[in-house]
């Protein structure tokens, strides 16, 4: 494709459910990152993909909060027992050698716990 | 803990004037700084990093350790310069580029 691609566009939850939320990356990136921007937040790092591996994932916010990679391409970052205070506006950015992304980031998946 | 302070969450100037849009960062090593820009209904894009010491679109930005601020500047403000700024800085020390943001700036330029 030509660009990060992200879904759901928007997802609305009830507290309690799990949700789940994929990106894939630019063909060939092999660094992935996830990012959460509450309202009138700034971005909030989550976890880093080289790969498959996750060395750096000191930014989930809670245990609820998991992410997988495969392939080296797909990533899908799952929420259980969503909260209220995971209302945020979910992104996804890839980069093709774990350097700063820069035209890369996804649209996002703005995400909306009721 | 690293951390970015974009002091000011609007900024409106009229066209043809000059812009500053302020970043004041804390980091105990030697960081790596950048703007991002989101315009309207477009994805968030890296607009400068200041080791690149590059100009783009009329924007630089230049990096000032003693008073620990990376401000971006633009000498005439243009109509397509409305947008959200964001500046960000990098532990890159720890093997990845986890970056971290400041709240940003939302530019209105009036005609």
């Known amino acids: 494709g030509a660009g990060v691609s992200q879904s759901p566009s928007n997802k609305v939850t009830e507290k309690g459910k799990d949700v789940e939320l994929r990106c894939d990356p630019i063909s060939g990136h092999t660094a992935l990152y996830w990012y959460r921007q509450r309202l009138g937040q700034g971005l909030e790092f989550l976890i880093y993909?080289?790969?498959?591996?996750?060395?750096?994932k000191s930014g989930l916010p809670s245990d609820r909060f998991s992410a997988e990679r495969t392939g080296e391409s797909v990533s899908t970052l799952t929420i259980q027992r969503t909260q209220q205070e995971d209302s945020a506006v979910y992104l996804c950015?890839?980069?093709?050698?774990?350097?700063?992304?820069?035209?890369?980031f996804g649209s996002g998946t703005r995400l909306t716990v009721v | 803990a690293q951390r970015v302070t974009q002091p000011e969450k609007l900024l409106s100037v009229f066209k043809g004037a000059p812009v500053e849009l302020k970043c004041n960062y804390s980091y105990s090593g030697s960081p790596e700084l950048f703007w991002y820009v989101q315009y309207s209904r477009q994805r968030l894009q890296l607009l400068l990093r200041?080791?690149s010491r590059e100009s783009i679109k009329g924007f630089t930005a230049d990096l000032n350790k003693g008073e620990t601020s990376f401000h971006l500047k633009k000498p005439f403000a243009q109509e397509e310069d409305s947008a959200i700024y964001y500046c960000a800085i990098s532990d890159s020390g720890a093997g990845s580029y986890q970056l971290t943001f400041g709240k940003g700036t939302k530019l209105s330029v009036i005609p």
């Open positions: 950015a890839s980069s093709f050698d774990g350097g700063p992304p820069r035209s890369t």
């Open positions: 993909f080289q790969g498959n591996s996750a060395p750096d």
């Open positions: 200041h080791i």
